[in-house]
């Protein structure tokens, strides 16, 4: 029997706190683009809704850290795996607030035809929620191999970022007059990129878990 | 002979660049035993002056043993032997020729529960400097206030310096027995465990009196307090069955140990 069984249970508790984040916030995101995809200003209202709940999440995990640092005195890894999980706490609201403002955009969008094919926002979604629902993975078994791999899938959600904004200036040039609409997709693609880079944070935390030091693979 | 108190003295012009560390104290391969009982194992340790170094680990694992060869005290235990040297200040005080009278003037210790003189707080701590001969009062009434003040002790006693010693708090007791170590105005002072036995309160004093000594004075301290070695240390050793499992930095320690058993220690869970 572990010596701090206490410790160690309370340290579960708050783990299993930020996988339920993550599945909160990795669904929000998904609906989010689904609402687009549809027209469906209820699901998109839906989303605006519950990120309450993800919010509520949050600071009940960074509440339950805080004390088990007042009380527990941990160091070393342990100290840096309570740190770690506030940080990835914290991007994982990050990807909910950006889901709630992709639900705002379609919401403005409503009804309306979109200009362009949204093809590439659909791949960027794909990959984004597989980075966040891989790095998560990768945070609980400490993979810092797969972790870096999960990084590296950063690069093609840029690419793809860069070339939805290309296009959505082309189509900007030929329908001056949806030009409003245009913008949102563009806020839109951007959000998706911005989820993809938290998944690149949360790798980066753990390798800070794992090996103690800091790394960037932003770069 | 003249007394001085060191905290008066300035920093001579022959104080090392900043950055560049003066070991107090050199171990080199140094082992010990209790009749067959192996209690110290190859230890090499540096000990830097001006410097706070913490000495950590579970009960029996030698630390006690260490810091008490360190001023020879081990040596009243009839079945010890050791081998391999301690030198300090470049000299090994195992050596024929070494006086352990003259080391104990230089390494002043402070034990785990206070253990005052049952006499006032005056002739405590009057009692060193009057062995080396001191006899003039003024130089002792000099003495013993400077040392009170180097323990941040004076204003709480200089009403009741005659008073026995045993009459005050035991926080204030550990901090005349770290008065009764300066007075023989030491170069270092060991520290066992001392505030095992205080309140949270007289705990932070002394804590706080040990980062202020260190300006004028190379410590080494054991304890069984993990955050107390992580608040006020520079350097800790994690002693493990006798070796030195982990010496470095008091930060690298605490915050990416080397050594897993290091790490299991220091986070409880094992010892």
Same mark, same amino acid.
């Given at each position: 029997?572990?010596?701090?069984?206490?410790?160690?249970?309370?340290?579960?508790?708050?783990? =299993?706190?930020? @996988?339920?984040?993550?599945?909160?916030?990795?669904?929000?995101?998904?609906?989010?683009?689904?609402?687009? @995809? =549809?027209?469906?200003?209820?699901?998109?209202?839906?989303?605006?809704?519950?990120?309450?709940?993800?919010?509520?999440?949050?600071?009940?995990?960074?509440?339950?850290?805080?004390?088990?640092?007042?009380?527990? *005195?941990?160091?070393?890894?342990?100290?840096?795996?309570? @740190?770690?999980?506030?940080?990835?706490?914290?991007?994982?609201?990050?990807?909910?607030?950006?889901?709630?403002? @992709?639900?705002?955009?379609?919401?403005?969008?409503?009804?309306?035809?979109?200009?362009?094919?949204?093809?590439?926002?659909?791949?960027?979604?794909?990959?984004?929620?597989?980075?966040?629902?891989?790095?998560?993975?990768?945070?609980?078994?400490?993979?810092?191999?797969?972790?870096?791999?999960?990084?590296?899938?950063?690069?093609?959600?840029?690419?793809?970022?860069?070339?939805?904004?290309?296009?959505?200036?082309?189509?900007?040039? *030929?329908?001056?007059?949806?030009? *409003?609409?245009?913008?949102?997709?563009?806020?839109?693609?951007?959000?998706?990129?911005?989820?993809?880079?938290?998944?690149? =944070?949360?790798?980066?935390?753990?390798?800070?878990?794992?090996?103690?030091?800091?790394?960037?693979?932003?770069? | 002979?003249?007394?001085?108190?060191?905290?008066?003295?300035?920093? +001579?012009?022959?104080?090392?660049?900043?950055?560049? &560390?003066?070991?107090?104290?050199?171990? &080199?391969?140094?082992?010990?035993?209790?009749? !067959?009982?192996?209690?110290?194992?190859?230890?090499?340790?540096? $000990?830097?002056?001006?410097?706070?170094?913490?000495?950590?680990?579970?009960?029996?694992?030698?630390? /006690?043993?260490?810091?008490?060869?360190?001023? #020879?005290?081990?040596?009243?235990?009839? /079945?010890?032997?050791?081998?391999?040297?301690?030198?300090?200040?470049?000299?090994?005080?195992? +050596?024929?020729?070494?006086?352990?009278?003259?080391?104990?003037? #230089?390494?002043?210790?402070?034990?785990?529960?206070?253990?005052?003189?049952? &006499? /006032? $707080?005056?002739?405590?701590?009057?009692?060193?400097?009057?062995?080396?001969?001191?006899?003039?009062?003024?130089?002792?009434?000099?003495?013993?206030?400077?040392?009170?003040?180097?323990?941040?002790?004076?204003?709480?006693?200089?009403?009741?310096?005659?008073?026995?010693?045993?009459?005050? +708090?035991?926080?204030?007791?550990?901090?005349?027995?770290?008065?009764?170590?300066?007075?023989? !105005?030491?170069?270092?002072?060991?520290?066992?465990?001392?505030?095992?036995?205080?309140?949270?309160?007289?705990?932070?004093?002394?804590?706080?009196?040990?980062?202020?000594?260190?300006?004028?004075?190379?410590?080494?301290?054991?304890?069984?307090?993990?955050?107390?070695?992580?608040?006020? +240390?520079?350097?800790?050793?994690?002693?493990?069955?006798?070796?030195?499992?982990?010496?470095? !930095?008091?930060?690298?320690?605490?915050?990416?140990?080397?050594?897993? #058993?290091?790490?299991?220690?220091?986070?409880? #869970?094992?010892?």
């Amino acid at each position: 029997m572990s010596v701090r069984e206490k410790f160690d249970s309370e340290l579960n508790l708050a783990q =299993n706190q930020l @996988i339920e984040l993550s599945t909160m916030a990795i669904e929000a995101l998904d609906k989010s683009i689904d609402a687009l @995809i =549809n027209h469906d200003i209820d699901a998109a209202l839906k989303v605006i809704e519950d990120d309450a709940e993800i919010n509520v999440l949050e600071e009940e995990l960074n509440d339950r850290v805080i004390l088990i640092i007042a009380k527990q *005195s941990p160091v070393a890894t342990d100290l840096r795996r309570l @740190i770690v999980l506030i940080k990835i706490a914290s991007d994982l609201e990050r990807i909910g607030d950006y889901a709630v403002n @992709i639900a705002k955009e379609t919401i403005r969008i409503g009804k309306e035809e979109l200009v362009t094919p949204i093809e590439l926002i659909k791949q960027m979604r794909s990959l984004a929620t597989a980075m966040l629902r891989q790095v998560i993975e990768a945070f609980i078994e400490e993979d810092v191999v797969k972790g870096k791999e999960i990084a590296e899938l950063d690069d093609q959600v840029d690419e793809l970022y860069g070339e939805a904004i290309r296009r959505l200036m082309m189509a900007g040039a *030929s329908n001056p007059e949806k030009l *409003s609409q245009i913008t949102q997709l563009a806020f839109i693609s951007r959000y998706m990129e911005r989820s993809a880079d938290h998944a690149t =944070n949360i790798a980066e935390q753990l390798f800070y878990l794992v090996r103690g030091k800091h790394y960037n693979l932003n770069n | 002979m003249t007394m001085t108190i060191k905290a008066d003295k300035k920093k +001579s012009a022959a104080t090392p660049e900043q950055g560049i &560390k003066v070991p107090v104290y050199q171990t &080199k391969e140094l082992n010990l035993w209790y009749g !067959e009982k192996h209690a110290l194992k190859n230890i090499d340790l540096d $000990i830097n002056e001006n410097e706070v170094t913490a000495i950590i680990g579970p009960s029996g694992c030698g630390k /006690s043993t260490y810091i008490k060869t360190l001023n #020879r005290m081990v040596e009243l235990v009839p /079945s010890v032997k050791t081998s391999g040297e301690i030198l300090y200040r470049d000299r090994n005080i195992f +050596s024929s020729d070494y006086q352990v009278e003259e080391l104990r003037t #230089r390494v002043g210790m402070v034990f785990q529960k206070p253990n005052p003189f049952p &006499k /006032s $707080i005056y002739d405590n701590i009057a009692y060193g400097p009057r062995i080396h001969g001191i006899k003039n009062k003024k130089i002792l009434d000099e003495i013993v206030e400077k040392s009170l003040r180097g323990a941040a002790i004076w204003d709480e006693v200089k009403d009741r310096l005659n008073e026995n010693a045993y009459s005050i +708090s035991g926080g204030q007791q550990q901090r005349i027995c770290i008065a009764r170590a300066l007075a023989i !105005e030491p170069d270092v002072i060991l520290m066992d465990e001392p505030t095992s036995a205080l309140d949270p309160i007289s705990t932070l004093k002394v804590e706080e009196l040990v980062q202020e000594l260190k300006e004028d004075y190379s410590i080494i301290i054991v304890t069984h307090n993990m955050q107390q070695a992580a608040r006020i +240390s520079d350097k800790t050793a994690f002693f493990l069955n006798g070796e030195v499992i982990e010496f470095d !930095e008091t930060d690298a320690i605490f915050s990416n140990p080397s050594d897993k #058993r290091t790490e299991d220690y220091i986070s409880g #869970r094992f010892g």
